[in-house]
């Protein structure tokens, strides 16, 4: 499929300037302190895409990922499944278009339930089919994602880390949500069984015809799953582009600087500096203008008067033409 083509793919998820604010502390003595945890995010998802969604801890993919299951309302914008507004749904309707995987498969899972009970709960909540529909969905589910039949009777402590998040798949996918939210699906398992998770996520998407928003730290795993890429910095989106673009291009200081902090296996490199010196500001009093500009190699004064805006690269540097899957980056100097 052409780049032109994939660009107008019906959406399968929109955010449009969702924002989301919290008031912490106050009293007698101290003033409450707000904090903006995500910060006018609008971010297109075609159907049938990968979504990766990066980011240092705290800065608000979390939070992102919790107003989409619908735990937490947003306090400004809306969210678009399949063009429908998802804010203030019914949360039991809404579990039926969109499903979460999250980070530790056990602690996620019921520790008292059979895996069969686990897998085939959403269908009762629903009301799906009769008893005997239900037990032969659950067991094709489980054979699906690589589990034999006799996995049905078990308890979740008597599988692997592997296994679990195998169930806990299986359970998202049971209802053939057309969204489904990773949250750092695979940092809590060895290395050997990450790949494995990983590649049978793929093999699901392309079988059910799934869009996945995957939120990760790891830019490895990141790259091998996803399309497209966005990049979140103190709650806002500051880059995102295709996977090409991204790790082969990319445009803000502070993609740059997550690239370069990746590790490699060649000995005798030690930790790579990246240059970012201090820490990550202090999201309830978040620096003026461009949030990045305290941490940034490249910042100038203008990026600490004016915050830049999420700006469409439309231009073939060397060609001058537009091109259709056009990065988009907030940054003055990109």
């Known amino acids: 499929m052409s780049s032109a083509a994939n660009h107008f793919k ?24 707000t904090l903006t945890a995500v910060n006018n995010v609008s971010l297109r998802v075609p159907r049938g895409q990968v979504m990766g969604l990066v980011g240092e801890s705290g800065c ?28 203030n749904a019914n949360q039991k309707a809404l579990a039926r278009h969109i499903q ?23 269908l009762r909540i629903h009301g799906i089919g009769t008893q005997k529909e239900q037990a032969a969905k659950v067991d094709e589910m489980l054979e699906l994602v690589g589990l034999p039949k ?19 798949i299986a359970r998202a996918l049971i209802m053939r949500p057309d969204l489904v939210i990773c949250d750092e699906p695979t940092s809590a398992l060895d290395v050997s069984v990450q790949a494995q998770i990983l590649n049978l996520l793929l093999d699901l998407k392309d079988e059910f015809g799934l869009t996945y928003l995957f939120i990760s730290h790891d830019l490895a795993v990141v790259e091998h799953l996803a399309d497209r890429l966005a990049v979140m910095y103190l709650g806002k989106i500051v880059e995102e582009g295709t996977r090409e673009q ?27 500096d ?61």
């Open 60 to 87: 608000g993919k979390s939070t992102l990922a919790k107003i989409l299951l619908g735990l937490t309302p947003p306090s400004e914008g809306d969210v678009l499944i399949n063009g429908k507004a998802i804010v």
């Open 100 to 122: 979460p995987i999250f980070q530790d498969p056990y602690s996620s899972l019921n520790p008292r339930q059979r895996i069969a009970q686990i897998v085939g709960l959403p």
């Open 274 to 334: 990246i240059g970012l010196g201090a820490g990550q500001p202090d999201p309830t009093r978040p620096p003026s203008g461009c949030a990045f500009h305290p941490r940034c190699p490249i910042a100038q004064p203008q990026c600490s008067e004016q915050s830049p805006k999420l700006t469409d690269l439309i231009q073939s540097a060397a060609q001058g033409t537009t091109q259709p899957n056009h990065p988009r980056v907030a940054c003055h100097f990109a």
């Open 246 to 272: 991204i790790f082969t291009a990319p445009r803000h200081p502070y993609t740059q600087a997550l690239l370069a902090s990746a590790l490699t296996p060649e000995p005798g490199l030690g930790v790579p």
């Open 150 to 168: 006799r996995a049905a009777q078990q308890y979740p402590g008597q599988m692997s880390g592997g296994q679990r998040q195998r169930v806990a």
């Open 10 to 33: 019906p959406l399968a998820l929109e955010l449009c300037a969702l924002s989301k604010t919290f008031k912490l502390g106050g009293g007698m003595l101290h003033k409450s302190q």
